[in-house]
């Protein structure tokens, strides 16, 4: 079904007598997508969301941008909403992503990430228990079996022994040993480069923040790993570690739950990055093969770089690093891990 006139005709509901075009501003690996209306009569241009209601539901999005707002965040406002059939109507917060601005000028990076870190810090702040879901075991344990099932199943055509299996559900479960330990706050759960918008006309309120209505509470390493470990753009690991090294000291300033060693901060950076990419693996193969989006495929590369690395470093997943070897086909060579 075409939504795209019923769109439409609820957009002139709202603004009776003003004839405005709708342009296609983004789409994501959902079912949403994203239009903008402007206006003939040169007033700022809006943002339509369409979320077909059999897919998509609108009110964790509502919610969640108030939460953003409330908490001094630049989420978008929400101006209108028909949730019966999936629409909201939006601000403009412009089509500068992070990813495009850093790839035209990557010197901008130190103060763009500034921005989004101090963003961050302020919703982490605001947090609640009991406002968002729990981002618990099944939860977490769920999106790791994307990987087995979707990129190493469909993708590589890969079926795992029993042995390989159990590999698996071990390195599973030290991680969520640590991912769950971690101290908890509001979880974005997709803060990178992507979802984050450089706002031109007032850079006080950088970043624009979007894609945030899977937010949950959960590990307080996760958003932090989600915005340098990002799957779209890789930065050399003495940058990473400084900006975490200053994430780590104004979260403990601003009196934030982390690590009081900043070496077991790392460690935790790292588990809860690994346990996202290994998701991550699993996302970009099933978008690929069940969804027919291949845009994410030119991405797996990096992902399993970041894996690999990890798995690499700690002795823990010696055998998960083994297996990935052997699902990558790549020669095992003799190695050293902490």
């Not at 763009?112 to 618990?136: I, K, M």
């Not at 991912?179 to 007032?202: E, F, G, I, K, W």
């Not at 989600?226 to 940058?239: G, H, P, T």
Request: charged share 25%.
């Amino acid at each position: 079904m075409d939504r795209l006139p019923l769109l439409e005709h609820w957009l002139r509901g709202c603004f009776p007598g003003r004839p405005f075009t709708l342009s296609p501003a983004s789409s994501d690996a959902s079912f949403r997508r994203y239009f903008r209306a402007s206006f003939a009569d040169g007033s700022a241009p809006l943002i339509v969301m369409d979320a077909p209601p059999a897919h998509e539901d609108c009110r964790p999005f509502v919610r969640v941008a108030a939460l953003l707002r409330a908490a001094g965040v630049n989420a978008p406002a929400v101006l209108a909403q028909d949730l019966e059939q999936g629409f909201l109507l939006l601000n403009d917060l412009g089509d500068t992503t992070y990813l495009a601005a850093l790839g035209a000028d990557a010197s901008r990076a130190d103060a763009l990430y500034r921005d989004a870190v101090a963003a961050l810090l302020r919703f982490q702040l605001a947090s609640t228990p009991g406002v968002l879901p729990a981002y618990d075991r099944p939860l977490l344990l769920r999106e790791m079996a994307l990987l087995p099932e979707w990129y190493i199943g469909t993708h590589k055509g890969m079926t795992l022994t029993d042995t390989q299996r159990n590999t698996l559900r071990q390195a599973f479960d030290v991680l969520l040993a640590n991912n769950l330990a971690q101290p908890t706050v509001y979880v974005h759960r997709d803060y990178h480069s992507r979802n984050l918008m450089v706002v031109a006309d007032n850079p006080a309120d950088n970043p624009g923040v979007l894609d945030f209505q899977d937010a949950v509470f959960g590990p307080i390493t996760y958003d932090l790993a989600s915005l340098f470990k990002d799957a779209y753009i890789e930065w050399e690991e003495e940058q990473v570690l400084d900006w975490v090294i200053r994430y780590w000291e104004a979260a403990r300033k601003a009196g934030l739950p982390v690590n009081h060693e900043f070496a077991d901060f790392y460690r935790d950076f790292e588990w809860m990055g690994l346990q996202r990419h290994l998701k991550v693996l699993g996302i970009f193969a099933r978008l690929h093969h069940r969804d027919g989006k291949d845009g994410y495929l030119k991405d797996l590369p990096l992902v399993m770089r970041y894996v690999r690395k990890v798995c690499g470093r700690y002795g823990v997943f010696v055998g998960l690093h083994r297996l990935l070897h052997e699902v990558e086909q790549i020669e095992t060579r003799a190695g050293y891990t902490f």
